[in-house]
């Protein structure tokens, strides 16, 4: 690994932790690790629009209970490489990331807990490389499968994602985005949460990470990728243990998806905050954390 001892830019001062970049399936990703080296692993995977702060909150708990954690900027995001090109978002290679980064920290096995495109990316590991997998945690976005049934079936689901396919538009959504110092992006995320779920000082350090040279397209081509290839998983039942996270008032994703993704797991378990939206562990930091504290001990 390639350890940078200066703190990042935008890095909260009471944070735990250091920045480290790490070669893995061809790219160099910056991570944020903290916790004891011999502690079990926890990677955490954020989502879009966000970078390795989304899971600032969840850092130090984990830590004080004994855990190794590794929250990375995924491919595309923040400091991280951004390969040119849709195909190097492919889910395939997105999955291989987080599998290279469990081996690059000499680890056979980690928890690995998602959120939103980072749940989508937790899921796909947990299906194709379950020996790597300690356990699985996924907020907020369902099992692949349950996934494009519903987006088959149901359309209230295909209004809610209608943003996906107007990310298919080339270069606008990337001039769209950048207008007003990236408004639309910070008044998406402030109508789809709770009020006051973000300050001020954190819309400061996401804007910071959309700034990065070629981020935002990288970001963007997560979801071309996925429509262009539309890929299904090689298995349909997860193995490991799982707990699936739900904010019931999630205005991208229908609750009902979530039960039906644990119906999929041989031993799976559903976690639903009705009074929380797609931005639970936001919302809801201290109940999150403990609950992966919980799930992992056992």
Known sequence: MNVDTETPEGYPDDEPGESVFVETNGVRLHTVQAGPEDGPLVL?????????????????????????????DQ??????????????????????????????????????????????????????????????????????HVFSRTLRRRWD??????????????????????????????????RTSLPGTFTSADFERYREAWNQPGSFRAMVNWYRAIVRDRPSPRRTRVTVPTLVFWGARDQFLKKSMARESVNLCDDGRLMLCEDATHWVHHEEPVRVADALVEFFAE
């Not at 850092?59 to 209970?65: E, F, G, I, K, S």
């Open 44 to 72: 955490l995977l954020h989502g879009f629009p966000e970078f390795w702060y989304g899971w600032h909150d969840q850092l130090r708990p984990l830590v004080n209970a004994g855990y190794r954690v590794v929250v990375p």
């Open 75 to 144: 491919r595309g995001y923040n400091l991280s490489d951004k390969p040119d090109g849709v195909d190097a978002y492919h889910i395939d290679e997105l999955a291989r990331d987080v599998v290279g980064l469990v081996d690059a920290l000499g680890r056979e096995k980690a928890h690995v807990v998602g959120h939103d495109w980072g749940a989508a990316v937790a899921w796909w590991v947990a299906l194709h490389y379950p020996e790597r997998v300690e356990k699985l945690c996924a907020v907020n976005v369902p099992h692949p």
């Open 157 to 190: 689901q295909k209004l809610k994602s209608w943003y996906v396919l107007a990310f298919q538009v080339p270069a606008v959504p990337e001039l769209l985005s950048r207008v007003h110092n990236w408004g639309l992006l910070v008044r998406t995320m402030r």
